[in-house]
Every structure is written in structure tokens, then in C-alpha cells.
């Protein structure tokens, strides 16, 4: 396989896995664009390496980068958390700001759909509750 679609491949399915990892403690959200090229960076040649022949879906590259933690890279190993929590939080966030923000919405948006309200909330300069600011830059809308 050519090594820029192997490279294209990989960021895909960290992207993936990515989204199926368990959730850990974390204080700041990370985009996924991010996430993918910081696990590409510091796992891709871990994953090359040691995962070789595993089918490419984040489940079965999640249980390889596991199972071969006695060989994972150092880097790897520090960034592969962090990323994984930041992912995970900013997930949370997006699943959650509808009902965080009800509230605000209702008092400064109306009757707006849910596109047009984030929009509304997210371009708010007042009005908007401290837990549903947060959720917003948790997500990345704002």
C-alpha cells in the first residue's frame, strides 16, 4: 500500500478510535483533526509495527495499542490518554449542549431549531450561563 494512503488510512482510523475510546479525567477538549495528527505522530509507527495485519476498526487498534504496551513507545504511551480524554470530553460536550443550554436558549433564542440556536448561543454577549459558555467551548463552537 502506498505510504501516504497507509498515512491517510491510519489518521482515519485513529479518528475512529479516537471516538471509541473510554473516557478519562481531562481539563481541556482537543479537536479531532488534532487528535488524529498528534496519534499519527507519536503512535503511527507503533501501530505499523505491531499492529501489522490487524483489521483496520478503532476496536481491534485500541486492544493491539493494549496488548502491546511492553513495546508501545514512550511518547505514544504519554499521548495516546491525554488525546483519548480530550477527545472524549469534547464528545461529551457536543452530546450534552442542547440540554445544558435549554434554558438560555429558550430565554435569548425563542423559538429557534437546534442549528439556528447554537448559532444564537454561541454569538451571544450576554445572557449566556457560565455552565452553557462552557459546554459551547467544550464542544468547539465557539
Known amino acids: 500500500m502506498d505510504l501516504t494512503l497507509r498515512l ?3 489518521r482515519a482510523l485513529l479518528l475512529a478510535l479516537l471516538l471509541a475510546a473510554p473516557a478519562l479525567a481531562s481539563a481541556q477538549t482537543m479537536n479531532f483533526e488534532e487528535a488524529a495528527a498528534i496519534l499519527g505522530a507519536s503512535c503511527g509507527k507503533d501501530l505499523d509495527d505491531n499492529c501489522r495485519g490487524v483489521n483496520l476498526d478503532p476496536t481491534r487498534l485500541k486492544d493491539c495499542i493494549l496488548r502491546n504496551q511492553d513495546v508501545v513507545s514512550a511518547q505514544c504511551k504519554a499521548d495516546y490518554p491525554r488525546v483519548f480524554s480530550a477527545v ?7 452530546a ?6 435549554e434554558r438560555d436558549a429558550a430565554k435569548l433564542c425563542g ?3 437546534k442549528a439556528d440556536m447554537l448559532q444564537c448561543l ?3 454577549k450576554r445572557g449566556v450561563s457560565i455552565q452553557c459558555s462552557k459546554t459551547i467551548a467544550d464542544a468547539g463552537y465557539r
Open 8 to 10: 491517510h488510512a491510519l
Open 111 to 113: 423559538g429557534a431549531q
Open 122 to 124: 454561541a454569538s451571544a
Open 88 to 94: 472524549q470530553q469534547r464528545a461529551a460536550a457536543r
Open 96 to 101: 450534552g449542549v442542547f440540554k445544558v443550554c
